[in-house]
């Protein structure tokens, strides 16, 4: 139905910059919502940011003012760059898309993969 495919990630220093991308594909009508979450070692997945087809973002607070969200309404993609990054920030990062397929009249949930980012020296 979906296909959602994150890339990107990788190892980089604490205080460094990383880009992830995903792309969405499929039978998709609408996106309403694109973004990331992220899930450490250990630890529950939560929400980075995310981005609505109207452009209202949400980010995480510890990511405030260090990643920008962005997306590509047309090619249905949405990027993540973040900057400054922290030993805390490392986690696999998955992209999430809220989307209405063509067949259907609802919303669903559709989860890529995810990409690992790792902060450390």
């Known amino acids: 139905q979906v296909q959602v495919v994150e890339s990107g990630g990788g190892l980089v220093q604490p205080g460094g910059s990383l880009r992830l991308s995903c792309a969405a594909s499929?039978?998709?009508?609408?996106?309403?919502?694109m973004g990331w979450y992220r899930q450490a070692l250990g630890k529950q997945r939560e929400l980075v940011a995310v981005k609505n087809i109207t452009g209202i973002t949400n980010y995480a607070d510890s990511v405030k003012g260090r990643f920008t969200i962005s997306r590509d309404n047309v090619m249905n993609t949405v990027y993540l760059q973040m900057n400054s990054l922290k030993p805390e920030d490392a986690a696999v990062y998955h992209c999430?898309?809220?989307?209405?397929?063509?067949?259907?009249?609802?919303?669903?949930?559709?989860w890529g993969q995810g990409t690992q980012v790792t902060v450390s020296t």
């Open positions: 499929g039978m998709i009508f609408s996106m309403y919502v």
């Open positions: 999430y898309a809220y989307v209405r397929l063509i067949s259907g009249s609802i919303y669903n949930d559709f």
